[in-house]
């Protein structure tokens, strides 16, 4: 019942901070407002009993990406025009393709079957860190280091791109 | 009594709201206190004589103060973005507090013992920034904008170096949960066969297996708390106050008591991970299993931090201050490869000994 309770109170945080995102007015009341939206994703993943998930969650999007998007908004976001960031002209194709994806993704949701096993996912090991250290470290190796590979790939570039014309 | 400790140490709904107003205030009150220590120290290694007219050795300053703060009027800009404005001074004392909660004051003794507990320490007080972003842009005044802009880079670069200098004690631990990464630093390791006791359990503290973590995880520590030698935010000759210029009364009270939660958060941050915790050389069992045992490591505990506490002022008002470009060099090319490296040492030598 608590669960229960909580779900639905991290799903409401969760669905009206995100379409306050989507409509608000000024650009920077969109970005908490987004930040809002990843905490309560968070708080799913801890209801869920996720608990690494939702702690790295706050830790990488709430305490990094977040940072980075508020950064960028303070030091671009002076003139009063540019407030609006929803511009209403073009709503109906907004509508018909957001639809779409929607009808697409809860079309998947519908179809698939879940399975609800009783055993944890997570072997003989203690905790969730552990669990999802080991994991890493073995069956999924290879993709964990591709994305660090990806990660850099991307560092570097950005780099490349920061520093402009290399003499 | 000991029915009472046994309650508090089990983990119930109750006993949890029980510790979170144990913590929630005494921490606010310690701050009190903080303070005038501070003004103490500052007055002692400026050789005058400090605050000591209000209460015996002035000790009351900090209560005067704090109804001067309540008492002033509660000025709001008309300039200033209302809602936003109001939230800032709240969000930079939740986060540090929050951070408190997930710290192990005694066995058994943390409000919120998780498994994922230093990187959810660090998820915390990583939100702190916000403050500081959100009261620089609410206040729309140029002084305070600047004042944020560079408060929060700071912060965002020293967070790295903090975390990194961290991961040093984990791969020694093998563990993310704050009670273990204690109770690792008191089981006494073996060195030839001989296992360490009594006050050689010294050895035994991170401090001693990570002193350069433990130094970087300090200077990390103090350039996230604002304090000089990296007190950049505020600068009087160039931002006004920086951040919090517009803020007045309870407001700028808030943004001044959440900088001094976070340095007592960081410093049980620090006792936690490299000094041992609650443990002293066997010195905390003395009382096995009744309530003294709990009452005295949590002085244990307090006192060690009180001397992590003590060293950040004695730091403030020992070292002048960083220049900007000095700063982001000291934590970008300095300190930053430092720890990467002192990271790779620490993971060589612990594979090599397993």
Not at chain 1, 73 to 84: A, F, G, I, N
Request: hydrophobic content about 55%; aromatic content about 12%; overall charge neutral.
């Amino acid at each position: 019942m608590g669960v229960q309770i909580a779900f639905w109170l991290f799903a409401i945080l969760v669905a009206g901070t995100a379409l306050y995102a989507a409509v608000a007015p000024k650009i920077v009341h969109a970005a908490f407002s987004l930040m809002a939206t990843f905490f309560g994703v968070a708080g799913i993943y801890a209801i869920l009993g996720s608990d690494f998930l939702a702690v790295t969650q706050v830790l990488v999007y709430v305490g990094g990406i977040m940072v980075l998007i508020v950064f960028g908004v303070l030091l671009t976001d002076r003139v009063p025009e540019e407030y609006k960031v929803v511009a209403p002209r073009r709503w109906l194709p907004a509508l018909i393709a957001g639809g779409l994806c929607f009808a697409a993704i809860a079309g998947a949701l519908k179809s698939t079957v879940w399975p609800i096993s009783s055993s944890t996912p997570l072997g003989d090991a203690t905790s969730t860190v552990e669990g999802i250290g080991r994991s890493l470290l073995t069956d999924y190796l290879i993709p964990f280091e591709f994305a660090s590979i990806l990660l850099l790939v991307v560092l570097v570039g950005a780099a490349r791109l920061a520093r402009g014309q290399v003499r | 009594m000991d029915g009472v400790m046994n309650w508090l140490t089990q983990d119930r709904v109750g006993s949890a709201l029980v510790k979170v107003l144990l913590v929630g205030n005494v921490a606010p009150m310690l701050v009190a206190f903080l303070v005038w220590l501070e003004r103490r120290v500052a007055a002692w290694a400026q050789d005058r004589m400090g605050p000591n007219r209000v209460g015996p050795f002035g000790l009351l300053q900090s209560f005067a103060d704090l109804i001067k703060f309540l008492l002033k009027e509660d000025v709001l800009p008309g300039h200033v973005n209302k809602a936003m404005y109001l939230v800032a001074p709240c969000l930079a004392v939740i986060p540090p507090l929050v951070v408190l909660a997930l710290v192990p004051f005694a066995d058994r003794f943390a409000i919120a013992d998780v498994d994922t507990g230093i990187l959810a320490a660090f998820a915390f007080s990583g939100i702190g920034v916000y403050a500081i972003a959100l009261g620089g842009w609410a206040s729309n005044s140029k002084y305070a904008l600047i004042g944020a802009v560079r408060a929060s880079a700071q912060l965002i670069s020293y967070e790295i170096c903090l975390g990194l200098a961290a991961l040093g004690v984990f791969i020694v631990a093998g563990t993310l949960r704050l009670e273990d990464v204690v109770k690792m630093q008191a089981d006494g390791f073996t060195i030839h066969g001989e296992t360490l006791h009594g006050i050689s359990k010294f050895f035994d503290w991170n401090i001693v297996k990570q002193p350069i973590g433990a130094i970087i995880f300090l200077i990390a520590a103090f350039a996230e708390t604002n304090r000089t030698p990296f007190d950049l935010p505020e600068a009087e000759s160039e931002l006004a106050a920086g951040y919090h210029t517009e803020f007045s009364s309870m407001k700028f009270a808030l943004f001044f008591l959440g900088e001094y939660v976070a340095i007592v958060a960081m410093s049980s941050l620090f006792t936690t991970l490299y000094l041992g915790g609650w443990t002293l050389f066997g010195v905390e069992n003395a009382f096995e299993g009744t309530t003294a045992q709990t009452l005295l490591q949590i002085l244990i505990f307090l006192a060690k931090t009180m001397c992590v506490i003590f060293t950040f002022i004695w730091v403030r008002w020992t070292v002048p201050r960083f220049r900007y470009d000095q700063l982001m060099d000291l934590g970008w090319k300095r300190l930053m490869p430092a720890t990467l490296a002192w990271l790779a040492a620490t993971a060589c030598v612990v594979a090599f000994l397993k």
